[in-house]
């Protein structure tokens, strides 16, 4: 199983189909802004659903500190509008790595369920360099998100 991309790592680009439609890293980075990528390991369960929903409840902030968001499980885009739907929608991509190539890349699968990925965030700087890797995320743990509002520029 490859390592987790670290910090100071040039991020690997994919290419999902999303609720969005397809969406590129590549693409997103061509704009000038800086991504937050999170993996999550399923639609519906508790915790992921905390972690979308924090993420939605944050996304406002997140584009005024010029990041783009994308939310990425192995479940099908049907899946992800469906769970959009149940959150009362969400404004970014969940986007559907169903053979996990994106979480392999990233060093996040579950070894204990090898069919999805660990909840993991990847702070993107603008240049595709890894500047923040949270693994795994914890979305009720404070630090966590304080850091991925300081790795983009907010002041403590």
């Known amino acids: 199983m490859p390592d ?12 999902l189909p999303s609720t969005d439609g397809p969406v590129s890293l590549n ?12 993996f999550y390991f399923e639609d519906g369960t508790p915790s992921c659903q905390t972690e979308v929903s924090l993420l939605a409840e944050s996304h406002e902030m997140l584009t ?5 968001v994308v939310a990425v499980s192995a479940d099908s885009v049907d899946s992800h509008a ?7 929608g969400v404004p970014f991509p969940l986007a559907s ?5 994106v979480a392999r890349a990233y060093g996040v699968i579950d070894e204990g369920d090898t069919r999805r990925s660990r909840r993991a965030v ?10 923040l890797a949270i693994v795994p ?15 983009l520029g907010a002041e403590p």
Do not use: C, M, W
Request: aromatic residues 10%; proline residues 3%.
């Open 122 to 131: 990847f702070v993107i700087g603008a240049d595709g360099i890894v500047r």
């Open 82 to 88: 469906s769970f959009a739907d149940r959150l009362g």
């Open 64 to 68: 005024e500190f010029g990041a783009n």
């Open 97 to 101: 790595d169903g053979n996990l190539a």
């Open 27 to 38: 693409a997103l980075l061509a704009k000038g802004r800086s991504v937050v990528l999170a």
């Open 137 to 151: 995320f914890q979305p009720a743990n404070l630090s966590h998100v304080e850091a991925i509002f300081s790795t």
């Open 4 to 15: 987790v991309v670290g910090a100071g790592t040039r991020a690997p680009d994919f290419t």
